[in-house]
């Protein structure tokens, strides 16, 4: 199995860019395909972004298409979430998970997951 730790959130204003890591121990990273998830405030964990396991393919929700950019290092068992233009409306807890299978959309395709990192974003 493999253990997953979030960091990199904090308060930003509207406009402005946070970059989210991952870091991974346990098995070896690179067997896993990841995904960035979040949550706000009474609202269902909705996905963010997904990558495969080579990084070479990723599938983006659409509300943030063209801001925000999913990434992996592989030799550093990390992942990123770069996030540019954030929006108020997006305050929420950010998880990345990780699965033996696949990067999708869907909660249920991820073994494991981490404790998240809270975003702010200030008007």
């Known amino acids: 199995q493999v253990q997953l730790v979030e960091s990199g959130g904090g308060l930003v204003q509207a406009g402005g860019s946070l970059r989210l890591s991952c870091s991974a121990s346990?098995?070896?990273?690179?067997?896993?395909?990841m995904g960035w998830f979040r949550q706000a405030p009474g609202k269902e964990r909705e996905f963010v972004p997904g990558?495969?396991?080579?990084?070479?393919?990723?599938n983006y929700a659409d509300p943030v298409k063209g801001r925000f950019t999913i990434s992996r290092d592989n030799a550093k068992n990390t992942m990123y979430l770069q996030m540019n233009s954030l929006k108020p409306e997006y305050p929420a807890v950010y998880y990345c998970?990780?699965?033996?299978?696949?990067?999708?959309?869907?909660?249920?395709?991820?073994?494991?997951w981490g404790q998240g990192t809270q975003v702010t974003v200030s008007s």
């Open positions: 998970a990780a699965s033996q299978n696949s990067s999708g959309n869907c909660q249920s395709e991820y073994e494991y």
């Open positions: 346990g098995r070896t990273f690179s067997t896993y395909a």
């Open positions: 990558l495969s396991m080579s990084g070479r393919l990723t």
